[in-house]
Each structure stands twice: as structure tokens, then as C-alpha cells.
């Protein structure tokens, strides 16, 4: 024989003294008054009818209805029979950064340690879920894979720091990589992966991995350690002390906590992002907000011996006795009055029995109570009444599923979400489905408090409630209520997100638009000072032209360069000495039809006039045109002379004709080179090469 629970013994036995001490001192208190109400030679004749046997035994039957009430709240057992016990829960893999930037302290005492102890406080409190752990820095390895041996895992866990992978630096992506190896034997199980770091992802491959990992089926919930702020890296100095991280160039390194890229790559995958915080409570309100609602799984099955419950029998001889002592009287049969005295110790023995059954029976009143007000419509009555009976019972999953949903229709959400999760705690599948369709409308509500203010975190609720309807829906497919708020919620998922994303590009677009406008109106001025010097130059040479020629009108300013240097030159027309303004060239060209304008007369003077390419006809060549135009050689129609042909055979010179059949063969060879390098593959890099960055 065996007791489920002993401590219930030791509390009958301070009970069963405590009645003993009581017994005499009611004996003692009742002598004194008898000495005093009369004379001793008198008392045996006035307490002949009393019986002091019958008083004994009555206590004796009393003390041990109470033991044996003790006896059966510590539930004995004997004898047991073989059942099959099933164990359910879900996989959660953690995957922990130790690379050197977690020495950092701007948590206490440092990144790791803190990341630590915050998993070993959340492992403590789980019961069924498997737990697997992978270490990485610049590559990864799982160091315990997917168990329920918690105290292996802790092992492994208390076994890791920064030297545990030998090539420094951070890869976020080498640890989803390693992730998606470690779970792809596991078919029937959700793939869930808590990323625990600072975010660092030295290598930039983490959000690409996170993509490809959600393919796979692979969900990644992040958690991110230390603080935006950040600190320096302490390492071990060289004379023994502490030092602090350095890079190549001998500056110190300070290591902050990147919270986008986290966020992205939770978002990726269908997870969220939680910071861990200066206690490690992120960890805990990442699996009551996520991980506790998702569907749990048959993992392991094992034939259990099971002792048989015999309080019955201890409780019945109980009842029995305390019976027996009440129908036994203190009098000696053959007293014949028709008056007794008040029997104050039997009165007191039936209060005592009334209030142990009622204190049996009072988590049944609760509910009964509970039942009826939330049948009348007062919500907030039974969700009191409910957490009554809840604080008594609280392992009954009936209870805790009537207490969120009385919570629920009172509107009080914060209190109904913990309550449907710890209904979740049972066997019986349709407490569960209903348990996760009430789970999902009640994230959807708060989800509408937030959505507002907060849309991120309303987003990330609804997300929640979308798992939890299809949680519903895989026990119970025909459930047409759960796929209705399921499908109606991700619209709403759906229409919040498209927006968040239409506001992240507005606001992307506005700041774009001001750094425009500022870089155009930094160009404008400079602009406008160049236009300014040479309006100023141009004025000054109109001044110097007009000192000369009083009497002239400017038409351009290679007319008036001309006509600065040679003042007594005739103009085509015939015309010496008279200055030409532009009614004039428009007459002359009104009455001769054939004539060109001073305008397009411009290149027969630049053919004819050798003072205005004088400088050009220097070098012996001639001015390039504009790419596809050949320009008109004015010495094309006559033949090479003899001499030119004697010249051009030098050796190492070319003719004319030679060079422009080159550059003419030239004309249309250009190539456009690549504005940007290619970058490096950082993905294929050898394992022994040295990171860029170790930290």
C-alpha cells in the first residue's frame, strides 16, 4: 500500500492532538464548575446518571472519524493495473548565438548567460513538448537533438559558450540551415524554430534563408537579446586582464541589438519577433501568446502501471464511526427522565460533520451558482463564481473552459485567452476543438484593441487566431463556424497588412521626395551662380565693343569678335562700314530668293575665311563632328599630291585618308561597362577562411 499524498497525514495528526488537548481542557473546566456548584460529598449523587465509559467511547469513535477522513485525503493505494499513457505536446527547437558580440552586457550579467537562463526557466515549465538545441556563431551544429529528456537538454545547454563554434562571426542563415536538416525526419510535428540572438547577421544571408526555410514548411519565432544602445565586446586582455573587441583597423567594436532584421525573418516565415528583456520574460510570453495554442501531438506512448484508488473504504469506516458517535449518549440507561441537559459536545460534533461536507461539496455549489448566472445573462457573477471553483480545482479543464468563456461575454479578454489555453490541458478531443475555436475569436478581439494603435502587434494576435481556427478545422474539418471566423479574420489579416505595407512606402516615397527636392535646389543655386558669372563676363565684353564702335549693333558673338578684329572688312553684301542689324538681313534675303541669311551663310565663311580656324588648321586636322555625321572635306575633290604621299610613307605616321577609314571602321565598336562589380559569394565561401568579421 502506498499514499498518493502523505502530507495529509501529518495534518490528521496535528488535527488528532489538537482534539485531545481540547478534551481535557474541557474536562478540567468542568470539574472546577461542579467544585464550585457543590460540596464533594455531593457530587456523586448528582452525577449518578452520568457515564463516563459512554463519554470516553463517544470521543474514541469521534477521534477516529477524523483519522480516517485524514487517512482517505491522503488517498491510499493498492494493487494497480497496466494502462497505455500517451504523451502530447509539440517540437520547439532552440537555436542560440554564441558568437563573441553575445559577451556584450548591456544585459545583466551579459547576452549569452541571460539567454541562458531565460530557456531554462521556460523549459522547466513545460510538460510534453520536445526540446532540441543547435549552437552557431559563424556555422552551426545541434548540439541535442529533439528530446524529452529535459535534464540532457539543460546539460547541453549549461555546456555552451562563445568557443563552442570555432569559426567566429554571426550566420543567421547557416543556423535556419541547419534547422531545416534537423526537422525534415519530422513529418507529423509542426517545424518550429526559436532564433535567439542579437540579430547581428554578419554574413546578410538570413532573411534569403528564411524564405527558402518557408518552403520547407519551417516557421521562425525570433527573440531578440540585448539592447538598441549596445556596448563593447570584453574580451581577455594579454596581460590577464579584460579588454575590449578591436577590428582591423584598431577601432573598438560596439555589438547593438538589429531588431529589423529579426523582425523580417520572423515575418518571412509566419512567426513574430519578441524582445527577451532585462529578466528573460520574452521567452515566456512567446510561448503563452504562440507556441501553448498550436496543436499538440501524440509524441511518445508507454505501458504505465497504475495503483487503484482505495479511499473509499477509509472515507465509509469514517462516516461510519462519526454516525456511531452521535447515537451514543453520555447517560446511564436506567435514568428515566424526560429531560436531558443540552449535550453541547454532540452539537458541536454535528457542526464539524456539516462543515466537512460542506467544504466537500462547496466546489460544486460554485459551479451550480456559476451555471444558473451565466444562463441568466450575468456574466460577470459567473466569472466570479467560476474562479472560485478554478482556484479549488484548477487541474479540471471543464472548469478553466467555462471560466474563459464566461470571461469572454463579459468582455474581459486578458482573463478568457489563459483560461482557453489551460482548457487545452486534456484528453477529450472536443474540449479541445471548441477550446482553440474560442482561443481564436478571443485573439481576433484583442487584435481589434490594437489595431489602431498598435498594428504590428495587431497583426501579429490575428496570426495567432488564423492558428488557432486551423488547430480547430484539423480536429473537427467540418466545423463550417471555425472556417467562416478563420477565413473572415485572414481577409482582415490580409487588408491590415496591405496597408501597413502602403504606409511603409508612403513614407518611404516622402522621404525620397524631400532629399530630391533638396539635392535639385542645391543644384538650381549652383546653376544659377554660373548663369550669373557669365551674364557678368558677357556684360563686360558688350562694354569694351560698344566703347569701340558706339554706332554698332551687337548681332552675336562671333560677329562681333569679327568685327572687333577687322573694322574696315566688307561684308558679302557689298556693304562697307555699315553696321547690320536683323531687319536688314531680312530684306536682303526677301529680294534675293537664292541668298542664304548671315545665319545659314555661316558655313561657307567657316569653308572660306581662314582667320576664324586659323588655330585648327595648325595641327593639319580637322575638328570632330558629332558621332554618325561626316564632316564635309573641303579638299576631298582634288587628288593627294605627290608629296603628301611621300610624307604620309614615314614609318609610323598615317595619311589622312588612313587615319579616317580608322576611326570610320571605330564608329560604332563602343561597348557600356557594368556599373557594379560582382559581389563576392559569400554562400559558398571555404569553411577555412577566415571571417570578415568574428564577432
Sequence with gaps: MKFAEPLWLLAGLAVIAALFWLYRRFDARQRAALAEFASSHLLAKLTASFSPGRRRLKRALFVTAIALTFVALARPQWGYHWEEQKRRGIDILFAIDTSKSMLTQDVTPDRLTRAKLAIIDLVSKLDGDRVGLIAFAGDAFLEAPLTLDYDAFQESLNAIDIGTIPRGGTDIASAIQEAQVALNAETKNRKILVLVTDGEDLEARGIDAARTATNDGLTIYTVGVGTAAGGLIPVPGANGGTDFLRDQSGQFVKSHLDEDTLKQIAQVTGGFYEPLGQQGEGLQTLYNQALASLPKQDLASRTQKVYDERFQWPLAMGLACLVASLLIGTRRRESKSPLRPQKRLEVASTVGLLALMAVSSSVQASTQTAEQAYKKGEFATAEKQYQQAVEKDPQTAQLQFNLGAAAY???????????????????????????????????????????????????????????????????????????????FVQKQLDQLQKQQKQDQQNQKQNQQNQQSQQQSGSQQNQQNNQANQQNQSQAQGNQGSQANQPDQKQS?????????????????????????????????????????????NQDRQDGNSGNQHSQLSQNGAKPAGPPGQTIPDKNASQPPSTGNEAEADTPGEMTPQEAKDLLDSLKNGEHVLPVTSDARNTANHPQDEPPLKDW
Design 409 to 487: 461575454k463579459s468582455n474581459d479578454y486578458d482573463t478568457a485567452l489563459p483560461s482557453f489555453q489551460k482548457a487545452l490541458d486534456t484528453d477529450e478531443v472536443g474540449v479541445q476543438q471548441q477550446a482553440y475555436y474560442d482561443i481564436g475569436n478571443t485573439q481576433y478581439r484583442l487584435g481589434q484593441k490594437t489595431e489602431k494603435s498598435m498594428p504590428q502587434q495587431t497583426i501579429q494576435t490575428w496570426q495567432g487566431a488564423v492558428q488557432s481556427y486551423d488547430a480547430a478545422l484539423k480536429l473537427k474539418p467540418d466545423d463550417a463556424d471555425a472556417k467562416f471566423n478563420r477565413d
Design 556 to 600: 552675336g558673338s562671333q560677329q562681333s569678335q569679327a568685327q572687333n578684329s577687322q573694322p574696315n572688312q566688307q561684308n558679302q553684301n557689298g556693304q562697307q562700314g555699315q553696321p547690320k542689324d536683323q531687319s536688314s538681313g531680312q530684306q536682303q534675303t526677301a529680294g534675293n530668293p537664292d541668298q542664304k541669311s548671315p545665319a545659314n
